[in-house]
């Protein structure tokens, strides 16, 4: 995949944002604390269409901006808050940047909290929406107290420290001793400043319940869960069963939290199949 990035602006936020191929749009919405660079093994191992894959505002080569609301997380209320619906109003933009009309959106974790946000803003730019990790129930209150606290140590500089969990944890621990360098390797891309980390970790804390949306998804869903996952379970993700367009589910037992890149060839078949299906379906 092309690895310059390109850039738009975005109320006031500088942008980056990676394309690859021709073909049906696809748009790919990463995981935090990650960047575009998630995607890029499932992307290459996928091919046939176009790839739009943006680093989300505050990750990789895109800037936080200025203009984030401050308040909304009552654990802590000086906390700029970067939003769900920011976030999906930042991947319109760059819809329009592109002059995509229409498109297919794949997300992981926060990725899907932004992919449900986009179906309440703007259903009907798309054609399908494929969830892997994520869910779409709110926070738990045990999170909330896990994100103050992850706020306050950010705050007193151990960014790095968070990071280094993240990587241990999140990664499913087949992976780890499959691949052991998938930790460093994905370690390497977490690179938020404590500014932007403060912002996410408000903006999951407080994102809104979308069971109710999930009841009004008329286009095709496809969902992957990781059995290691420990924050996303099967049972949390099989909620989608209930859109009214229809859901293809699978749960790969030996992933975690990052399943589209610790088993890109996998997450790519069972995608191009249902990708395959969904444009037979047009």
Known sequence: MNTTPSYYESDGAR?????????LPVVFLHP???????????????GGI?????????????ELGRSLPVGGFAAVPDAPVL??????????????????????????SIGGYVLLELWRQASERMQGLAFICSKPQADAAANHVRRAATIAQARAGEAGAIYDG????????????????IVAELRA????????????QAGLATRPDSQSTVESIEAPVLAITGGEDPGVTAAEMQVFFAAPGGCDFHMLPDAGH???????EKVASLLAEWLRWLEGCG
Not at 166 to 181: C, D, F, H, N, V
Not at 189 to 200: C, W
């Open 258 to 264: 990052f399943a589209a890149n610790e088993q890109p």
């Open 32 to 46: 935090t604390p990650l960047d575009h660079a998630y995607w890029v093994p499932l992307i290459e191992s996928l």
């Open 83 to 108: 939003t769900m619906e920011r976030l999906a109003l930042d991947v319109l933009a760059l819809l329009d940047h592109l002059g995509v009309k229409d498109a297919v959106f794949v997300g992981c």
């Open 15 to 23: 942008l980056a944002f990676y394309q690859n191929g021709a073909g």
């Open 166 to 181: 993240m990587a241990q944890t999140l990664i499913g621990a087949t992976s780890r001793e499959r691949r052991p360098e």
């Open 50 to 62: 176009r790839a739009i894959v943006p680093d989300l505002r505050g990750h990789g080569a895109s």
């Open 189 to 200: 891309t977490m690179t938020l400043t404590a500014e932007a980390l403060v912002a996410v």
